[in-house]
């Protein structure tokens, strides 16, 4: 068990420049969850996979943000067309099936200036 | 809208003694509860999960919920400065995703 994975650790863009961070989960793992953390603020959900599918997402993740998990194992997240707004930690997260612990990686923190 | 509150602190404990941090929640329906902790920079690690109602023990640290009163706690005995870190509490209403509070800000003083 490895844990949940997040690549890249830190990314600064600028304003306008679309980015794309990628997360590993536990390998027997099948939810795999996105949300994004402001300074003060707990974690709030933007998405969630089973498996391949995209089962739910946030009103927060607005049209420039998509998501996508291949074959059920990585995710990505992109974000089109960056704002100062979106600089935040993203964090993933995965766990083994509903209501069950969920283990968060180490975070993308973004930065758009 | 379903809510879970913490107290944002900070909260100071001597070294030693008992830090006690509470949580509540909006829902009745809510089935799991989640406490991690979280140091300056890092992400949340998960310390403990409450699924019924009662006491959980993990160590050091204990989590009690309490359904009718709508409430979770968590129990840092014999705190230590490592202890010091934002506490996170979270809830499932029913649903996939957890609703995070806005955290607990524990110091340990030595």
């Known amino acids: 068990d490895t844990g949940v994975s997040q690549d890249p650790r830190h990314k600064i863009t600028k304003r306008g420049q679309n980015v794309t961070f990628r997360c590993d989960p536990i390998s027997e793992h099948n939810r795999l969850y996105w949300y994004r953390q402001t300074l003060g603020q707990g974690p709030e959900f933007l998405t969630y996979f089973q498996n391949e599918a995209q089962l739910e997402k946030s009103r927060l993740l607005s049209d420039r943000f998509s998501a996508e998990r291949p074959k059920g194992s990585f995710s990505t997240l992109e974000i089109q067309r960056t704002e100062q707004g979106d600089s935040a930690m993203y964090l993933c997260a995965s766990s083994l099936g509903w209501g069950r612990e969920a283990f968060f990686g180490q975070g993308t923190r973004l930065t758009v200036v | 809208q379903k809510e879970v509150e913490q107290n944002s602190g900070p909260l100071s404990v001597p070294e030693g003694a008992i830090a006690s941090l509470n949580c509540t929640y909006s829902?009745?329906?809510?089935?799991?509860f989640f406490w991690y902790r979280q140091y300056s920079g890092k992400s949340p690690e998960l310390i403990m999960s409450?699924?019924?109602?009662g006491d959980k023990e993990d160590g050091r640290f204990t989590a009690q919920l309490n359904k009718a009163s709508q409430y979770v706690s968590l129990l840092i005995r014999d705190s230590q400065p490592s202890d010091s870190a934002t506490y996170l509490c979270?809830?499932?209403?029913?649903?996939?995703?957890?609703?995070f509070g806005t955290g607990t800000r524990l110091t340990i003083i030595p």
């Open positions: 829902d009745r329906v809510s089935q799991s």
């Open positions: 979270a809830a499932n209403f029913g649903n996939e995703k957890l609703t």
């Open positions: 409450i699924y019924s109602n």
